[in-house]
């Protein structure tokens, strides 16, 4: 039974139904449902829940796309910008890849990313990656608040004057989500190594 599906062919199917029902609908009985099969055939592939909602997060970040700025600022920037877009395209996205974080479930490739620039740039590797921690968590933070507030909208549970009109609603506009992230830079920008 594990033959007729495989890794790939689950992670879309959660992936589905996370867009369609956020993390709620990602019960490991109702992944098995779309496939027809029960649940242990998808223990074959992932060990745990857990393992598999890595795997998704993984999934998901692994559409992050590369970037090609001028500065690093612009690199990291770019990258921000890419992470923040790749997670809003999906119901829940930040708090599944948070989630993941958090547990230090997944892929560190992105946590790498942001490090390894910041250390071309001239960052000790001790603030290097300790930047890079807070881009994620801002990042993370700032997208999860984002989808929960729109979420919030949809369901009615705000008004739409909450969303448009007022600090909140501004609050969550990609120009404040770049200007946090300058200020994060600029305060990693004071702290470079001058050799």
């Given at each position: 039974?594990?033959?007729?599906?495989?890794r790939?062919?689950?992670?879309?199917?959660?992936?589905?139904?996370?867009?369609s029902?956020?993390?709620?609908?990602?019960?490991?009985?109702?992944?098995?449902?779309?496939?027809?099969?029960?649940?242990?055939?998808?223990?074959?592939?992932?060990?745990?829940?857990?393992?598999?909602?890595?795997?998704?997060?993984?999934h998901?970040?692994?559409?992050?796309?590369?970037?090609?700025?001028?500065?690093?600022?612009?690199?990291?920037?770019?990258?921000?910008?890419?992470?923040?877009?790749?997670?809003?395209?999906?119901?829940?996205?930040?708090?599944?890849?948070?989630?993941?974080?958090?547990?230090?479930?997944?892929?560190?490739?992105?946590?790498?990313?942001?490090?390894?620039?910041?250390?071309?740039?001239?960052?000790v590797?001790?603030?290097?990656?300790?930047?890079?921690?807070?881009?994620l968590?801002?990042?993370?933070?700032?997208?999860?608040?984002?989808?929960?507030?729109?979420?919030?909208?949809?369901?009615?549970?705000?008004?739409?004057?909450?969303?448009?009109?007022?600090?909140?609603?501004?609050?969550?506009?990609?120009?404040?989500?770049?200007?946090?992230?300058?200020?994060?830079?600029?305060?990693?920008?004071?702290?470079?190594n001058?050799?």
């Amino acid at each position: 039974m594990a033959g007729t599906i495989t890794r790939a062919d689950i992670l879309g199917g959660a992936l589905s139904l996370l867009d369609s029902g956020g993390l709620p609908a990602l019960a490991m009985r109702r992944i098995a449902a779309e496939f027809g099969v029960q649940q242990s055939a998808l223990y074959w592939h992932f060990n745990s829940k857990q393992e598999l909602l890595a795997g998704l997060a993984d999934h998901i970040l692994d559409h992050v796309a590369a970037v090609e700025g001028a500065t690093w600022q612009e690199r990291i920037t770019d990258l921000s910008l890419s992470l923040r877009t790749e997670l809003l395209a999906h119901k829940d996205g930040a708090e599944l890849v948070a989630t993941a974080f958090a547990f230090k479930l997944g892929s560190k490739a992105l946590f790498r990313s942001f490090a390894d620039e910041l250390s071309r740039a001239g960052l000790v590797p001790e603030d290097a990656e300790t930047a890079a921690s807070v881009l994620l968590h801002f990042v993370l933070g700032y997208t999860t608040n984002e989808q929960q507030h729109w979420q919030a909208a949809d369901l009615g549970a705000i008004s739409g004057e909450d969303t448009l009109d007022d600090d909140l609603g501004r609050q969550f506009s990609t120009d404040r989500f770049v200007r946090g992230v300058a200020l994060i830079l600029a305060g990693a920008h004071s702290r470079l190594n001058p050799t």
